[in-house]
């Protein structure tokens, strides 16, 4: 017996449509679903501009920024999966803006600069004398 032509056709959209959650997770933007959807209740992802919840369902074409420990994604959906797949495959499943990407790797860029720039561990001996006698000048 075939299945009524309707029923077959809202099927198909069906299976275009992925969960939020699960689409973060896929695409390895959050290591689990927890961490995805504990940011997408704290506001940190969004969904072309708005707040939204983590069963939000997501197709192709939406627009997804993501903000984690200060830095920014904004990424395109171009295919929705549902089962976390290998590094290269989920990189297929999204697409980002070249200038989105350049002023993250910038802001990383100027972030390892300044952790080089700091002193490593605790002041020796002759550091803590020199300081002693920079603060004890009159």
Do not use: C, Y
């Amino acid at each position: 017996m075939k299945p009524h032509p309707d029923v077959t056709a809202a099927a198909e959209p069906a299976r275009a449509k992925v969960r939020l959650d699960r689409w973060l997770w896929a695409v390895r933007l959050f290591k689990t679903r927890e961490l995805a959807g504990t940011a997408i209740a704290a506001g940190q992802v969004r969904v072309g501009g708005e707040r939204v919840k983590p069963a939000r369902a997501l197709k192709p074409g939406d627009r997804v920024s993501v903000k984690r420990a200060g830095l920014l994604w904004e990424a395109e959906v171009v295919e929705t999966i549902e089962r976390r797949v290998g590094a290269a495959e989920a990189a297929k499943a999204w697409r980002e803006d070249p200038a989105v990407t350049a002023a993250r790797e910038t802001e990383l860029a100027a972030r390892r600069a300044a952790a080089q720039a700091r002193p490593a561990g605790r002041p020796t001996k002759r550091d803590r004398r020199a300081l002693d006698d920079f603060l004890n000048e009159p």
